[in-house]
């Protein structure tokens, strides 16, 4: 199994939708989990953190489910310029330190 | 101006050329990374540091070899490039401290012929 896995799509959902994405990781020891935006042919940027209680961040909830070992990103409301790949990342603690994981991403295709 | 700079943007080589991939920032970070990205595959880490004297191989080292000139600088080459090179590469830094937001440059798309 893949040490992070993701659907890569494409969504394809008309603006005001809501759209939600799901990454399962195989490592129950990671530690930390974050989602990255990436806009074609550009650098990934991130996009927020995801803890252990849920956050959201205006029209973006992010939420961990360690027991099933999953995170999710709900995108409500959505935008044309919400189009882009969202990359699922976990770091892997080595020691003091740790490396991330990236995810192939889920690509989203916001149609007018 | 852009916090993480590459150069070259784009490049297109032949088999067997020696090719130098240049980074540089301006975030005062002391750690610095390269990624691979291809399609289908995702970002893979090709070697990372975490200072100037500290250097370590990622998951997908073969064929490559990185120099960090400076806290603000790494730079990765490839000895005798091949086809299956072929690839956008990005460079990354972060703070210190295994939790940090990493940011990208630009990258650079390298074709190898």
């Known amino acids: 199994r893949k040490e992070v896995e993701q659907d890569p799509g494409p969504f394809n959902v008309p603006e005001g939708a809501t759209v939600a994405f799901n990454c399962t990781y195989s490592?129950?020891?990671?530690?930390?989990f974050f989602w990255y935006r990436q806009d074609c042919r550009k650098e990934p940027k991130l996009l927020m953190s995801?803890?252990?209680s849920g956050n959201e961040d205006g029209r973006f909830t992010a939420q961990l489910n360690r027991a099933s070992q999953y995170i999710s990103l709900l995108i409500r409301d959505s935008k044309l310029s919400d189009s882009a790949t969202y990359l699922c990342?976990?770091?892997?603690?080595?020691?003091?330190?740790?490396?991330?994981?990236f995810g192939k991403g889920t690509k989203l295709s916001v149609k007018p | 101006d852009a916090d993480v700079t590459q150069t070259p943007r784009n490049r297109i080589t032949k088999t067997g050329k020696r090719i130098m991939l240049e980074c540089s920032q301006t975030?005062?970070?002391?750690?610095m990374y390269w990624y691979r990205q291809d399609p289908g595959l995702g970002l893979r880490l090709i070697y990372y540091?975490?200072?100037?004297?500290?250097?370590n191989k990622g998951e997908i080292s073969d064929g490559y070899s990185v120099s960090r000139q400076a806290q603000a600088k790494f730079s990765l080459s490839l000895e005798s490039a091949i086809p299956n090179q072929t690839a956008l590469y990005f460079c990354?830094?972060?703070?210190?401290?295994?939790?940090?937001?990493?940011?990208f440059g630009p990258g650079t798309r390298l074709t190898v012929l």
């Open positions: 990354a830094t972060s703070e210190s401290g295994p939790y940090n937001e990493q940011f």
């Open positions: 490592n129950s020891a990671s530690q930390s």
């Open positions: 995801v803890y252990s």
């Open positions: 990342v976990l770091i892997r603690k080595r020691g003091s330190q740790g490396n991330l994981i």
């Open positions: 975030k005062g970070h002391d750690r």
């Open positions: 540091s975490f200072d100037v004297k500290d250097i």
